[in-house]
């Protein structure tokens, strides 16, 4: 017996997490796409951040459902209006990497109030977004610690 009480056996279990163990498929968009194609994109796809990308992949910014409302406000012309005139930009976006913890990037979600955040990789072009980490990914962990505790 290790004399750890239970919530110091908790904690060094939730600093094992990695983002990469618990990262999910980012949803894309092209920085050229229309606002009317972004809004149609996060429908299909049932999604509530888009990441927006440039030729080569890199991110570029960020679109949350609250960005596509605004810009459909008393706005007909959906189809003509670009992502990248709406989106929030780099170097204004809260990003984790694969390596990180799980728990710090729930800590960015939290400080920032955003809904989700990019999983970057860094290469020797610029940084490629390999995943997402959004509220739900933190939901489902903290369900399934207490699912695991019953087996
Ligand atoms: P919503 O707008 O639906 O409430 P968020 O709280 O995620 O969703 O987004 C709030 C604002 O923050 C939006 O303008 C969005 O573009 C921006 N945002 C979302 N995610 C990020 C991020 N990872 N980094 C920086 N800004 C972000």
């Known amino acids: 017996y290790t004399g750890k009480t239970g919530m110091e056996l908790l904690t060094e279990k939730i600093k094992q997490f990695k983002v990469y163990e618990y990262q999910s498929v980012p949803i894309v968009v092209k920085e050229n796409a229309s ?14 951040t888009l990441f927006v990308v440039d030729q080569n992949s ?17 706005n007909q012309e959906l189809n003509a209006i670009p992502v990248h005139i709406i989106m ?17 990037a729930a800590k960015k979600l939290i400080d ?14 610029g940084f490629e977004i390999v995943g997402r980490i959004t ?14 505790e019953h087996l």
Do not use: H
Request: proline share 3%.
């Open 135 to 148: 509220k739900t990914t933190i939901t489902k962990v903290f369900v399934e610690l207490v699912m695991d």
């Open 35 to 48: 606002v009317y194609d972004a809004i149609s994109t996060m429908f299909l796809e049932d999604v509530g």
């Open 58 to 74: 890199f991110l570029t910014g960020v679109l949350s459902r609250k960005d596509l409302l605004r810009a459909s406000i008393g």
């Open 112 to 125: 920032k109030q955003i809904d989700g955040l990019p999983v970057l990789k860094e290469s020797e072009k």
């Open 88 to 104: 929030t930009r780099m170097p204004n976006i809260t990003v984790c990497y694969r390596n990180d913890l799980l728990i710090d």
